[in-house]
Nanobody
């Protein structure tokens, strides 16, 4: 059974930083693309960042480019999202997701949104102004 467990959310002031982690179990995450998504109150869930199985291709939403960094430690079956220069509009529940297609590569938010199959329960990030 595949499980994704996010951690690292919390309350931070605007301009601050947080680092989210996503620990995967039940699959060897090094063989699968993984992504981060977020859902703000009253809004749909949106793509934030994605990383292919090897880490060799990374995709970001325009709204977070230059501020957020996705990375993975395949030895630890963990994916990270480093969030810097946080803004109040970054407030949302952040979800980790994983593909189920072996070593597929993606390069757009559309592809990641369609491909992600396994989902974590989310971690809340609140940015105060």
């Amino acid at each position: 059974q595949v499980q994704l467990a996010e951690s690292g959310g919390g309350l931070v002031q605007a301009g601050g930083s947080l680092r989210l982690s996503c620990a995967a179990s039940g699959l060897t995450s090094s063989n699968y693309a993984m992504g981060w998504f977020r859902q703000a109150p009253g809004k749909e869930r949106d793509f934030v960042a994605g990383i292919i199985w090897s880490g060799g291709r990374i995709t970001y939403a325009d709204s977070v480019k230059g501020r957020f960094t996705i990375s993975r430690d395949n030895a630890k079956n963990t994916v990270f999202l480093q969030m810097n220069s946080l803004k109040p509009e970054d407030t949302a529940v952040y979800y980790c997701a994983a593909d189920r297609e072996f070593r597929k590569a993606y390069s757009s938010s559309y592809e990641y949104t369609r491909a992600m199959y396994y989902w974590g329960k989310g971690t809340l990030v609140t940015v105060s102004s």
